[in-house]
C-alpha cells in the first residue's frame, strides 16, 4: 500500500530517501557486498552524500525516486529509481546489505517500488544486471520486467530489462 512518499508492503516499511537516512546509506554504498556490482561500484561518503542531495532533489523534480527498505525498523537497504547516466532513461535499482540477502526482500521491496513508479505514470522503466549476476536478474524477471537488449561495459555482458506500462503499448488505460 502507498501512502504519499511511504510504500508498506506485508514485511517492509519504504520511505523516500532523505538525509535522517545518510549513516545508513552511506555505509550501504561503501559495502563491496552490497553495492560492488552497482554502476559506479562501491562509493566513499562524499560520493553517497551528493547522491542523496541528487536523490532528494530527483524526488522533488519527479514525484517518484530513491526509498529506504526498513523491516522492523531496520534498514536492510534501498531501492528505487533514477535517471540513469548511460541515457537509457529511468533506471530500477535495488542493494541490500548482504544480511539481508535470501529472504525475497529484494524481489518484495524492487517490486513494490516498481509498482510505486508505474502508478505515479511513468511509462517505461529499465533496470541493467551484469549478466553474471544471477540473483539480479532473478528479482528483474519475477517483478515483470523482462530482457530488452545486451550491451558490454567494462569486460562484462550487460543485460537491459525493461518494463512498459500496459497503457502505452495497448493504448488502453490502466484500471
Not at 5 to 13: D, E, K, N, V, Y
Not at 90 to 119: C, K, M, N, T, W
Request: charged share 30%.
Amino acid at each position: 500500500m502507498a501512502l504519499g512518499r511511504q510504500i508498506q508492503t506485508p514485511r517492509l516499511l519504504l520511505e523516500a530517501v532523505n538525509w535522517r537516512d545518510m549513516e545508513d546509506m552511506a555505509r550501504l554504498k561503501a559495502d563491496a557486498g552490497a553495492f560492488g556490482k552497482m554502476l559506479g561500484g562501491v562509493r566513499s561518503r562524499a560520493q553517497a552524500e551528493e547522491e542523496m542531495a541528487d536523490d532528494l532533489s530527483f524526488w522533488a523534480r519527479r514525484g517518484v525516486g530513491i526509498f529506504s527498505i526498513r523491516e522492523n525498523d531496520v534498514f536492510l537497504g534501498m531501492t528505487g529509481v533514477h535517471e540513469r547516466p548511460d541515457g537509457r532513461g529511468l533506471g530500477l535499482r535495488f542493494a541490500l546489505r548482504p544480511v539481508a540477502s535470501g529472504r525475497g526482500i529484494a524481489r518484495e521491496a524492487a517490486g513494490a517500488a516498481l509498482r510505486f513508479v508505474l502508478d505515479a505514470g511513468e511509462p517505461r522503466v529499465v533496470a541493467v544486471s551484469r549478466e553474471d549476476n544471477m540473483g539480479s536478474r532473478i528479482v528483474l524477471g519475477s517483478i515483470g520486467m523482462h530482457h530488452a537488449d545486451t550491451f558490454e561495459r567494462d569486460g562484462y555482458t550487460m543485460l537491459v530489462y525493461e518494463i512498459v506500462r500496459p497503457d502505452m503499448t495497448t493504448g488502453r488505460k490502466m484500471l
